[in-house]
């Protein structure tokens, strides 16, 4: 449990950060959709840019502050640069959220609204989907045991609304 939260700080941290860049405006020339037909208007270059930059960020802090290799960890972080991590992490967290808006597009269903019929399955998809985007790319390609990654989504679901609803 320690090492999924571990694991999901720096995604938080990175997350938090760009929702402050978003609601300040900041850098608006890179507000531009990515494909807007395909992903609606909040999916932006933006975002491209800023999540593997906050994400190495959170891994830089976490480095800091907690012994992240094997010994301590149920795997090992430190074989990875916090710079290598939050590219891998952060272009996941993005690119993961990709296909729920492109399906939401085909359906008829505007940036960051959701339909009255299966709701709660697309409160759930708008949560999960980056979480289980960059849990894939711990498991597959960092070595993260599926006990963590199991972890990793139930802490990450949790934290997903908890967060929202303080940053809202």
Same mark, same amino acid.
């Given at each position: ?22 609601? /300040? ?9 990515? /494909? ?13 840019? =800023? ?48 296909? /729920? ?16 019929? /299966? ?29 963590? =990654? ?19």
């Amino acid at each position: 449990i320690i090492t999924a939260l571990l694991a999901i700080s720096p995604l938080v941290f990175a997350g938090a950060l760009h929702m402050a860049v978003v609601k /300040n405006d900041l850098l608006p020339q890179l507000a531009m959709p990515i /494909n807007k037909k395909w992903f609606g208007l909040s999916k932006t270059w933006r975002g491209v840019l =800023f999540m593997p930059l906050f994400t190495s960020l959170g891994f830089y802090i976490v480095f800091a502050l907690f012994n992240v290799n094997s010994e301590y960890a149920s795997f090992d972080l430190s074989s990875y640069s916090p710079i290598e991590l939050g590219l891998m992490l952060g272009l996941a967290y993005v690119i993961a959220e990709l296909p /729920n808006s492109w399906m939401k597009r085909r359906m008829g269903i505007a940036s960051g609204e959701l339909p009255q019929k /299966n709701k709660i399955i697309f409160i759930l998809a708008d949560q999960l989907d980056s979480v289980v985007g960059c849990g894939l790319v711990y498991v597959l390609v960092i070595g993260m045991p599926v006990t963590t =990654f199991i972890y990793l989504i139930l802490i990450g679901l949790y934290v997903a609304f908890a967060v929202k609803n303080i940053l809202y």
